[in-house]
């Protein structure tokens, strides 16, 4: 990723390594609890609300070629059970781990004299700037590897019934008595017919029974 505009310390995502050195093989951890970024997750399935606490653990090293930053993200996420619909709770234990490169080095470490001249290899790459490194976009990417894309409140939910839609873990016995479709037909034919086609079909019907007993 192309260098953007300058970064904002007082952003709790904002990582300053100053402290850290440029001396590879320098380790630095920190340990931050931060408010969760709009649209932290699977959007419209599940997530971590805006503002949630989340959890850092991180390992940053002084790298050749910039700030190598492992870390874990812990928090809480929330959303709905594609089986029944009823909200859910997950506790989430996010991985990390990412290169971010100085601006005046290649990927090897080398010094270069105009850093991002190859768009193409800076699309991808994240940047040290002025000594801060944004973990943002790190976190969103572990967070939704995090998660399932699917969500149950439990792993064997029945979910709801396909007839009434009625939540089945409820209802254990829960159940319609089968009815022939072909009688069904015939009862909703009989429904919809008025009093009055009724009564001449009835009479239809016994005119052809004494034309048969004749």
Not at 36 to 60: F, H, K, N, S, Y
Not at 152 to 171: I, N
Request: net charge negative.
């Amino acid at each position: 990723m192309a260098l953007n505009a300058r970064l904002d310390h007082r952003n709790p995502l904002v990582i300053d390594t100053h402290e850290l050195g440029r001396r590879p093989g320098a380790l630095q951890r920190l340990t931050r609890t931060v408010d969760a970024p709009r649209d932290l997750g699977i959007q419209g399935v599940v997530g971590v609300p805006e503002g949630a606490p989340v959890e850092l653990d991180l390992r940053l090293e002084s790298v050749m070629e910039g700030v190598l930053v492992t870390g874990t993200a812990r928090a809480t996420a929330e959303g709905e059970c594609v089986r029944c619909l009823e909200p859910v709770e997950l506790e989430l234990e996010a991985d990390f781990q990412e290169m971010f490169s100085y601006p005046d080095a290649d990927d090897r470490g080398r010094p270069v004299a105009e850093p991002g001249d190859d768009a193409e290899d800076d699309e991808d790459r994240l940047f040290v700037e002025d000594g801060l490194i944004d973990l943002e976009a790190v976190l969103r990417d572990a967070v939704v590897l995090a998660l399932p894309m699917q969500p149950v409140c439990r792993e064997d939910c029945p979910g709801l019934c396909a007839e009434c839609g009625a939540r089945l873990a409820d209802d254990p016995d829960h159940h319609h008595d089968a009815v022939d479709i072909r009688w069904a037909a015939l009862q909703g034919l009989a429904d919809s017919l008025e009093p009055g086609d009724k009564d001449d079909k009835s009479g239809a019907e016994a005119g052809v029974d004494e034309k048969q007993e004749k």
